[in-house]
């Protein structure tokens, strides 16, 4: 198995900003991705909102609803589950985000998934 390191996971803050790297799949696709804590548990998905194939997040980083409880698509505001990346409300329509499978290990995170290889990391701005 292939253990690509994503980032600390200090990086990460609770129902706050995510991280943004991106992948590219076995047709050589860069696709963008990011990871987020949630429920003290950590979740990676594509960044590809199930509406319409663009980026979740308007302000980088930003994934969240206000509450914390939510991701949300900031074009028309899609709803997906952070546990799961499942489609909660909005024009996602039963279409959920697609996750990736990660690992956590001594405060960091790897992608574990076979499939993609992680091409580019973001550091997002603080004041971003
Ligand atoms: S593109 Fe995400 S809700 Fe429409």
Known sequence: ????FIV???GLEEGGKGFRFDVENGQGEKIPAFAV??????????NKCGHIAVQLDYMPGQFFS???QTLVCSTHGAEYAPDTGACLGGPCY???LESLQINEKDGQLFLINDDFQIVEKKVVNEEG
């Open 66 to 68: 206000d509450d914390g």
């Open 37 to 46: 804590k949630f429920d003290y548990q950590y979740f990676a998905y594509l």
């Open 8 to 10: 600390e996971t200090d």
């Open 1 to 4: 198995m292939n253990e690509q």
């Open 94 to 96: 039963g279409i959920g």
